[in-house]
């Protein structure tokens, strides 16, 4: 079991690119989700899935976009990055039934 | 609306000493509680939950955590600190009423640094 993934590590863009991250989770779990990590601020919410083919806004969703076509994964995409994005991104997942996540290892985005 | 408040940024304990890091909630219902711990450059790792039952709740590493109602706080023990216990330690929290919310609500976290 890899449990959950994230690609790429590291990655930095310029001001105006655009770029998807992929998460991949390999546990069959039903939910998925996508937090960004700053300074002082914990972890907040960008998007979520509660199944295939599902997906909802969480705390700051402004700017990005999701997509669950499969069940193992979820791509959260920036179509048009700003240096307001630079930060670390962990996608989660779980169970339907368990309420403990799993994290991926993370994703440090910079934004020039 | 769900809340939680880790009211300390950062905690100092020597090594050997016992450790508490901080945690109160606000829910409407009862609570799901979480401890998750966060390594340098590393996603975060459970480490223990409260669901129901015990108010004391056993966990990873060693550490445990309290669950007071009264209070509305969770906060995290152990014993005996160690140094490899320095981390990021994140309180979450979610309400148990069912149809509300999947999504747990996290702290800001607490830097927990053990000295030697």
């Known amino acids: 079991n890899a449990g959950v993934t994230q690609t790429p590590k590291f990655r930095v863009l310029k001001t105006g690119q655009s770029m998807t991250l992929l998460c991949a989770q390999d546990?069959?779990?039903?939910?998925m989700y996508w937090y960004r990590q700053d300074p002082g601020m914990g972890l907040r919410l960008i998007h979520y899935?509660?199944?295939?083919?599902?997906?909802a806004k969480g705390e700051v969703p402004d700017g990005y976009n999701v997509s669950r076509l499969k069940k193992q994964n979820f791509l959260l995409g920036l179509e048009s990055a700003a240096p307001s994005q630079t930060s670390v991104y962990f996608c989660?997942?779980?169970?339907?039934?368990?309420?403990?996540?799993?994290f991926g290892p993370g994703t440090r985005l910079t934004v020039l | 609306a769900q809340s939680v408040a880790q009211p300390e940024d950062q905690v100092n304990v020597a090594e050997g000493n016992p450790l508490t890091v901080k945690c109160t909630y606000s829910?409407?219902?009862?609570?799901?509680l979480f401890w998750y711990v966060q390594y340098p450059n590393r996603g975060l790792q459970f480490l223990l939950k409260?669901?129901?039952?015990?108010?004391l709740v056993k966990g990873s590493y060693g550490f445990e955590a309290e669950f007071n109602k009264s209070q509305t706080s969770f906060h995290l023990k152990k014993p005996s600190a160690l140094v490899s216990d320095s981390a990021l330690y994140f309180c979450?929290?979610?309400?148990?009423?069912?149809?509300?919310?999947?999504?747990?609500?996290f702290g800001r976290g607490t830097s927990l640094i053990v000295h030697p």
């Open positions: 409260y669901i129901t039952g015990d108010n």
């Open positions: 979450a929290v979610r309400d148990m009423r069912g149809g509300g919310s999947y999504i747990p609500t």
């Open positions: 989660a997942s779980r169970e339907r039934e368990n309420n403990e996540q799993f």
């Open positions: 829910v409407s219902g009862n609570p799901y």
């Open positions: 546990m069959n779990h039903e939910y």
């Open positions: 899935s509660v199944g295939e083919g599902t997906t």
